[in-house]
């Protein structure tokens, strides 16, 4: 079937089986730019006019529709979402679906421990393959029917001719990429993220820094994460400084101090925490370039150089605040027999326990 083909049928289904769609919109082909099958704006939309409602079907986790979905598949024409099926992409980007070289140019983000390629791929090979095999015909499962609905509504005015975009919230590039297969550029929203395993292991390289014992008093006062969220904007988290603070805190001080006084650590920078932070930005900053292609670049390529430059750029500029930093300039000490100013307006015996003896 041709593009409008496919789109008819697949708007008849959606009619046919209770949605109701807004006669300002249609399907439009964007892969000209860059895109695939979009929606367009027949005609002006005003703020929160409903453009789709679709009945709401649900099912309980992941495997019970997968199986459903195959089930229906191979149905084929007689499938009730044989038009459903028939406009999906046969295609994707998201990184569970790159190859092995493309993976490695998002060495050093976020990405690569979040993709949930081996969680895929356990969940088919243990749940539902064993299922398939026993039952080739059938599968149980079933759609069950809600009376909630699903709404999209224009949360902006939408002129005549313009394609209209679902936001999918506000996400760095790396989940964008990771969830949806596309980035946004620029995007205000972008983020990069320090270990916290780095942290602990660069503040506590001495045998005798108690390692153990302050990890586990971090995990038990959430002083500790498996990611610190670093943003281009703002200064390093004082969540960071104070986890860096009490593992670089020699051990006898960290048990007197904190644990038995029950002192909050502080969270203000120290000389000390900022060797730390310097050396683990730079570790991060020291990814290696991508190299320049000989010949244009895949969308994938494309999308890790944007992640990884966004990333880039949030490190550096962090990198540099930290390099920055100077320790507060002391007060200077008042010489031997001169009384300190006093402040104006203050009377001269403010602050002094009447008969207090000398």
């Known amino acids: ?152 509504v224009a949360i902006k005015k939408i002129d005549s001719g313009s394609q209209i975009f679902n936001t999918y919230g506000d996400l760095c590039n790396a989940d964008l990429l990771r969830k949806y297969g596309f980035v946004d550029v620029p995007n205000p929203f972008d983020i990069a993220e320090l270990s916290g395993e780095a942290i602990v292991a660069k503040c506590t390289a001495s045998e005798d820094s108690g390692k153990d014992e302050k990890v586990e008093w971090l995990l038990e006062n959430d002083g500790l994460e498996d990611v610190f969220i670093l943003e281009s904007q703002d200064d390093i988290p004082e969540e960071i400084i104070g986890c860096c603070r009490i593992l670089l805190m020699p051990l006898e001080e960290f048990r007197s101090t904190i644990v038995t006084g029950k002192k909050s650590p502080s969270t203000k920078m120290t000389v000390e925490v900022q060797k730390v932070l310097r050396e683990l930005l730079e570790e991060k900053d020291d990814r290696k370039l991508l190299k320049e292609a000989d010949g244009p670049l895949s969308l994938s390529m494309k999308n890790a150089i944007i992640v990884r430059s966004g990333e880039r750029a949030i490190i550096q500029s962090l990198l540099d605040k930290v390099k920055k930093w100077r320790p507060p300039t002391p007060a200077p000490a008042i010489p031997a027999g001169k009384q300190k100013p006093q402040a104006k307006g203050q009377h001269p015996n403010k602050g002094k326990k009447p008969y207090q003896k000398k």
């Not at 005003?46 to 789709?52: G, R």
């Not at 999906?88 to 140019?105: A, G, I, R, V």
């Open 1 to 152: 079937m041709d593009f409008e083909s496919v789109n008819t049928a697949f708007i008849t289904w959606l009619k046919e089986n209770g949605a109701s769609i807004s006669p300002a919109i249609a399907l439009k082909d964007y892969s000209a730019d860059g895109a695939g099958r979009g929606v367009i704006a027949l005609d002006n939309i005003a703020t929160s006019e409903l453009a789709q409602k679709i009945d709401l079907s649900s099912l309980q986790g992941w495997g019970p529709l997968i199986l459903c979905m195959i089930y229906e598949f191979y149905r084929g024409p007689e499938s009730k979402w044989k038009s459903y099926f028939d406009i999906l992409p046969t295609k994707f980007s998201t990184p569970m679906f790159w190859t092995e070289q493309d993976l490695q140019e998002l060495d050093g983000t976020g990405v690569p421990d979040k993709i949930g390629q081996e969680e895929a791929e356990s969940l088919f090979k243990e749940s539902l393959w064993p299922i398939i095999r026993e039952h080739p015909d059938h599968y149980p499962a079933r759609l069950f029917h809600e009376k909630d609905c699903l709404r999209m």
